[in-house]
């Protein structure tokens, strides 16, 4: 393309010393010579940027004929069954090469999936939620090490259960160290998201999410009323830490989360279908959740989580957004920081959110976790194709984004499906990961 783009150039500074030389007659281009010379230079120009001339084309480093293979995977997926619809897209070099939607938002009613469809981002509001509190960091309101306690009184003196199979009314021991605010951001607290299996995992789900809540402090304070798995900084274990973030900001910034995310962070990045409640007028493009039935068709959930009157506003889960507007998200994290202008973080907060924090205690091969996300620090121990470096989450219904800093990449994968499994996820990597070729 860059020889193509030479080439128009070179031929219009040609033809403008022509006119000249027809003008004057002392330049030594002639008409004759001008017409053959500019056939020459601009047919390759043409030949190349056009799609239909050659099936082999690339758009940043992405060849699309190796692309194809992840749309016919998607496609296949939603043909045989195991999948109701998708979105994704793909960014590289800073401009959206890949955009699609293939299947139907709802099996129901055969809705046909469009590229704004409203997700369920469950675990993916995360990372949101961590940048928020990462923006009061850079205001001094508080450091790394800091006791949680500082901040949140009731997160003094909390306990430790002896054997999480007892469940929480086993015996417990006092936590051995307080818990810092870097816990809470690396998921080494103590804490649990209840889905570790152990009867002390299916109490705090009960606890956290099958009760009512009235609002954030009202589900963190039942939160740490249940005994903690583990230690404080001794292993990382899932776990609703998060939301403790999320009361956090709250209490920094004398602002519900909801309003911060979209005063700092939702208006500045334009991402107007971002949100914990779904307008009226919006309800149309939000995708329900599909499962499998005991015969194994795919079908629309009889069980949705409410779209609107939300009170709650998670750090763990809850928002509502589309592949495009989390795009804009991603885009301002690869641009370290800066989005259209608009710096929200600094590159260096960037770097330290996006490096491991935890040295071994992150169980997956190949794989840490920074502040709020997963990083890949050893690509042959990951036995996945992608970068040292890259950065990514995924969400309970199988939505899934990485961000790749070395290839300038962001791939986004969306759709509603229920229970997670992290198959999509790696097929997304392999599929996009493969496609990418050496430019000359």
């Not at 979105?87 to 139907?104: F, L, P, Q, T």
């Not at 940048?131 to 003196?157: C, I, N, R, W």
Request: with cysteine; hydrophobic share 35%; aromatic share 10%.
């Amino acid at each position: 393309m860059g020889i193509a783009f030479l080439s128009v150039e070179v031929g219009l500074e040609i033809l403008s010393l022509g006119y000249q030389s027809i003008y004057n007659m002392k330049n030594i281009f002639h008409l004759p010579t001008l017409i053959i010379l500019l056939l020459f230079l601009w047919g390759p120009a043409k030949a190349q940027s056009s799609p239909n001339s050659n099936p082999k084309v690339t758009l940043a480093g992405i060849d699309r004929e190796r692309l194809n293979r992840y749309d016919e995977f998607l496609k296949n997926e939603i043909e045989e069954g195991r999948m109701p619809g998708a979105v994704s897209y793909i960014m590289r070099r800073g401009e959206i090469v890949h955009e699609v939607a293939y299947g139907y938002s709802s099996l129901k009613d055969k809705t046909p999936i469009q590229k704004d469809q409203l997700f369920h981002i469950m675990s993916m509001t995360k990372p949101i939620v961590t940048v928020a509190f990462m923006m009061l960091f850079e205001e001094g309101h508080f450091s790394l090490t800091d006791p949680v306690s500082k901040y949140l009184p009731q997160f003094k003196d909390l306990r430790v259960a002896e054997d999480v199979g007892q469940g929480a009314n086993g015996q417990t021991q006092p936590a051995n160290k307080e818990i810092t605010i870097s816990h809470l951001l690396t998921h080494t607290a103590g804490f649990s998201h209840g889905l570790g299996g152990t009867k002390l995992d299916n109490e705090i789900a009960k606890a956290l999410y099958s009760e009512s809540h009235k609002n954030i402090e009202n589900r963190v304070n039942t939160m740490i009323k249940m005994p903690l798995v583990g230690h404080p900084g001794e292993q990382w274990y899932y776990s609703a830490s998060p939301d403790v973030l999320s009361l956090l900001i709250e209490h920094f910034s004398g602002m519900t989360t909801a309003g911060f995310l979209k005063q700092r962070i939702f208006d500045p990045l334009e991402m107007e279908d971002t949100g914990y409640n779904i307008s009226k007028e919006n309800k149309g493009r939000w995708m329900p959740v599909h499962h499998m039935d005991k015969q194994g068709n795919l079908i629309n959930s009889a069980a949705q989580l409410p779209t609107e009157g939300n009170t709650i506003f998670g750090g763990t889960h809850g928002l509502f957004s589309s592949a495009p507007d989390y795009m804009k998200f991603c885009q301002m994290l690869l641009n370290k920081g800066e989005y259209k202008g608009k710096h929200l973080l600094s590159p260096k907060t960037v770097d330290i959110m996006t490096m491991n924090q935890v040295d071994d205690l992150y169980q997956a091969p190949g794989q840490g976790f920074g502040l709020g996300f997963g990083v890949t620090t050893n690509v042959a121990a990951s036995k996945t194709l992608g970068s040292v470096g890259q950065y990514y989450w995924s969400g309970a219904y199988c939505t899934y984004f990485f961000i790749d800093p070395k290839e300038e990449m962001i791939v986004i994968l969306m759709s509603q499906l229920q229970p997670y499994s992290n198959y999509y996820g790696e097929k997304m990597r392999q599929l996009v990961y493969q496609s990418l070729v050496r430019e000359y």
